[in-house]
């Protein structure tokens, strides 16, 4: 399968979203949603091998998400309409970088790996998809993450409000919509993806997808 919107004109992610991931991370929780962009070359099928170039095998880390994807233009739109501009729900693994990440206050660098975030297996319609199940994420048979999807600080429609009101969201944009706690990094010792390892995303009501990382 391919990235369930092969190619997105904007993929918008939202970091520090989940209450849980926010304090692993020693941080207040935010005011406002903080964004950044993962360009579409990153995204990969939800079942595709990720190859990662030797010069970026030093910390990779998982993030699993739930995202957001745009059914028709959003602008200046307000909360309580948002939800109609929404087609529906998929998992994305924000795969990271995190030397990449930090060398810089600009996180996009570590964010937007060719083809290295899984994105599918499908879109769950809106009407289909009831929020407060489980976000899980495994490295190999491993339980890394878990979290109600229903934990957010900025829900779908907060997101699509505050990001709108900057630009327009058009049909087939996504919004990843950020990971909860458990992540590699934030752990001590801390815990990165190896050669051969499978990283697989699970959400209640959405499927699941996995890949595997490749040392090239």
Not at 25 to 33: A, K, V
Not at 56 to 76: F, M, N, P, R, S
Not at 94 to 112: E, M, N
């Amino acid at each position: 399968l391919a990235p369930v919107v092969p190619s997105p004109q904007k993929v918008i992610c939202v970091g520090l979203n989940y209450a849980n991931h926010i304090k692993e991370m020693g941080r207040e929780l935010p005011q406002n949603p903080t964004l950044f962009v993962k360009f579409p070359d990153a995204l990969t099928g939800p079942y595709d091998d990720v190859h990662v170039p030797s010069y970026a095998t030093g910390a990779l880390d998982w993030e699993g998400e739930l995202a957001v994807i745009i059914g028709k233009t959003a602008y200046q739109v307000s909360k309580d309409s948002a939800a109609d501009f929404i087609a529906g729900y998929a998992i994305m693994d924000d795969y990271t970088l995190r030397d990449f990440q930090y060398r810089t206050l600009q996180w996009h660098q570590g964010k937007s790996l060719y083809k290295s975030a899984g994105f599918g297996p499908w879109m769950t319609t809106a009407d289909s998809f009831t929020f407060g199940g489980e976000l899980a994420t495994y490295l190999d048979d491993k339980k890394v993450q878990t979290t109600p999807t229903d934990d957010l600080v900025f829900d779908p429609e907060a997101l699509v409000e505050y990001i709108s009101q900057l630009y327009p969201l058009n049909p087939g944009d996504v919004i990843a919509t950020g990971t909860p706690g458990g992540v590699g990094h934030a752990r001590d010792p801390k815990l990165y993806i190896g050669d051969g390892q499978v990283v697989t995303v699970k959400i209640e009501g959405l499927g699941e997808i996995a890949n595997k990382t490749v040392y090239a």
